[in-house]
């Protein structure tokens, strides 16, 4: 992660864009992985001895690309998890899709996860997910859409398992459909929450330069 790309970056906060196929956080893998690798640029950056604090508000599947926001201090944490239970921190997404969808729509499901794979099921068993989205672009020949998706809720592997359930999986997604390209289509462009200390509405964007999105020419909002 050389290249890594620091959107924002203060006392309270760091906005970073977390590279395709890098782990969020560590696991039984011992992979690098996000969290850490930006312990150790604090670490190194401003001579922390010790341990540094990062916080870790919310996270991407490892093959998800995009932008992400680590807390660097308690309080911070605590007011962005806040932001997110009371549903005020918005996530937007750009994703690839096989087939040709429909120009906007909304998906409500329950989905429960059972050990690394989510299932659709009912209310009484499942957790409430709700997207809504926006198609804008086609590619007639690759029958591929690139859709923009505003996240209401953030069940594990939604966006994956509510568009594969209806007939359109991700570019790339072997777990939800039977896609074997390397990249998965999935890039979480767009964040905006409120700063934990200034209270400033703060909007993040960056968008993502490699396939399948460059297959399409309107893959910037």
Known sequence: MNNLFILYEDNHLIVVEKPKNILSQSDATNDLDLLTFLKNYIKEKYNKPGNVYLGLIHRLDRPTGGLMVFARTSKAAKRLSEEIQNHRFKKS?????????????????????????????NKDE???????????????????????????????????????????PLYGDSKYGNDSNKNLGLYAYKLEFIHPTTKELLTFINYPDYEPFTKFKKRKI
């Open 126 to 168: 499942g957790k409430y997910a709700e997207l809504s989205f926006q198609k804008l672009d086609y590619n007639q020949k690759k029958d591929l859409s690139l859709v923009k998706i505003s996240l209401k809720t953030g069940r594990n592997h939604q966006i994956r398992l509510q568009f594969s359930s209806r007939g359109y």
């Open 93 to 121: 997404y750009l994703a690839v899709i096989h087939g040709n969808i429909y120009d906007n729509g909304t998906f409500i499901d329950y989905l429960k996860k059972v050990e690394t794979k989510s299932f659709i099921t």
